[in-house]
């Protein structure tokens, strides 16, 4: 079946640092692609998608590209912010349902 | 900002307990999930429907049971809890557009059954 893996933390970054989440994928088809983000005590909350290959998203400093040749999704963020400390889940969806398959999830602490 | 409730926001209770957890959108959408969050943080769908009087079990077999009489409410219900049933319980929603459809998440209730 469709599955997600992505780089397992927690990491801790010192802020300004340089960030990159890896994100790999197992699809039959032509998946959508999502970033969602977990803030302390709160639920999830989507930070960027990719629909087809080569879509980049992009929100709030952060990007990812849709490589189907690499089957990757890769996060990035140039200079992190004490802010953006919480958990990060790469996911995707197939076809003609919404719904997700996530990854394990990242927690990302980031420190002044 | 996502229009998406659930209560209560933590709920601890003894087992053998009936217990509902409350879910409701003011967005009209159409599909409802159900997700079981384990304290690694990994997320199993565990219930979803597609619209009124839908329901389905999701990739994770659960002991709850949901109902959806009305579009907004997306109930869950145990009927008696163990502390197995231990976890963090998130209800989203969506328009139902197709696989690049966004989920939009409630807070999240997070459950102790001692």
């Known amino acids: 079946g469709d599955s997600v893996t992505q780089m397992e933390g927690p990491v801790t970054l010192s802020e300004e640092a340089f960030l990159t989440i890896n994100c790999t994928y197992t699809a039959t088809g032509y998946p959508s692609l999502f970033w969602y983000v977990q803030y302390p005590g709160e639920g999830l909350q989507l930070l960027l998608k990719?629909?087809?290959?080569?879509d980049k998203g992009s929100n709030k400093g952060f990007e990812a590209t849709y490589r189907k040749e690499t089957t990757s999704f890769h996060l990035e963020k140039g200079s992190v912010q004490v802010s953006d400390s919480a958990v990060y889940f790469c996911?995707?969806?197939?076809?003609?349902?919404?719904?997700?398959?996530f990854g394990k999830g990242m927690k990302l602490t980031v420190n002044p | 900002e996502a229009d998406i409730y659930q209560t209560p926001r933590y709920l601890v209770i003894g087992t053998g307990k009936k217990i509902t957890l409350e879910c409701s959108q003011t967005?009209?959408?159409?599909?409802m999930y159900w997700y079981q969050q384990d304290p690694g943080m990994e997320l199993h769908l565990i219930h979803y429907?597609?619209?009124?009087?839908?329901?389905e079990k999701g990739d994770l077999s659960s002991e709850s049971t949901v109902s959806r009489i009305r579009t907004e409410h997306f109930p869950l219900t145990l009927e008696s809890a163990r502390p197995s049933h231990t976890s963090q319980y998130l209800c989203a929603s969506s328009h139902g557009q197709g696989s690049g459809d966004t989920q939009y998440f409630g807070p999240g209730t997070r459950l102790t059954v001692l």
């Open positions: 996911a995707l969806s197939q076809g003609g349902s919404e719904k997700l398959v």
């Open positions: 429907s597609y619209g009124v009087n839908s329901t």
């Open positions: 990719a629909t087809k290959a080569d």
């Open positions: 967005m009209g959408h159409d599909k």
